[in-house]
């Protein structure tokens, strides 16, 4: 079975100035379809730079990155704007949620640049939100939810279009403790439903929900560990 991750000697180096930093410094890594991993380290690992290349936000340096059979590393903005849409679920430590639009349609946002039609992307946003319990939310503006329910509105919308990767960074980080332990609950429930999850958090206790662990520092993976 082909990895659905396959990242080999990952190099990202930025120019600051007159000087190259070198932030990642050749990873290898491999991820199976259905995998529930956090990936961690402390600030300044290379973490936040991995996942934004997991997450094909930003291009590596050198080396190769193939996603679902697709290499990533060689592709165009354009192209990786459609990976994006269509390969990934975003869900980020501030929701990034738009404030003046309904939980429902918010979360139907990513349907309309895949090209689903208007009643294709109601039904199935409300399928979404009612895998996340907030099916009596959907009319809400964010404003008018809890953290907590924001945070579910942003992981319905990472559904939405069945990516193959879920990509949660810090998705605790602004939350209590009992709204984290609800969230990380969920995440759980949607791995095993047969998603792949990838998150990203400084936090022991949000990665032990994980069953792999990640580890990088200073630009390398310094362990990678199963349950």
């Known amino acids: 079975m082909k990895p659905l991750i396959k990242i080999t000697n990952i190099k990202r180096d930025f120019v600051l100035g007159n000087e190259i930093v070198y932030v ?24 936040s730079t991995l996942m934004n290349l997991l997450g094909c936000l930003d291009t ?6 193939i996603l679902n059979g697709k290499d990533v590393s060689q592709m165009h903005d354009d192209e990786l704007a459609e990976i994006r849409n269509k390969e990934i679920g975003f869900v980020f430590q501030t929701f990034n949620l738009l404030p003046r639009t309904t939980a429902l349609d ?3 946002l990513p349907m309309i640049y895949a090209g689903f039609s208007k009643s294709e992307r109601k ?21 008018q939810l809890s953290g907590g329910q924001r945070q579910r ?27 984290s332990e609800e969230i990380m609950r969920l995440l759980s429930e949607i791995h095993d439903k047969g998603n792949t999850i ?21 630009g390398i993976i310094e362990s990678d560990t199963s349950k």
Do not use: C, F, W
């Open 24 to 47: 990642l410094k050749g990873i290898d890594l491999e991820i199976n379809k259905g995998e529930y991993v956090a990936l961690m380290g402390p600030s300044g690992s290379g973490k």
């Open 60 to 65: 590596p340096t050198s080396g190769s990155y």
């Open 106 to 108: 918010n979360v139907a």
């Open 123 to 143: 039904e199935r946003a409300i399928e979404v939100l009612k895998q996340v319990n907030l099916a009596d939310r959907m009319d809400h503006q964010p404003n």
């Open 153 to 179: 509105v942003a992981i319905a919308r990472a559904l939405v279009n069945k990516p193959s990767i879920i990509l949660a960074d810090e998705p605790t980080g602004n939350l209590d403790s009992k709204t």
């Open 198 to 218: 990838i998150v990203v958090t400084h936090e022991e206790e949000i990665a032990e929900h994980a069953k792999r662990i990640i580890r990088l520092r200073d």
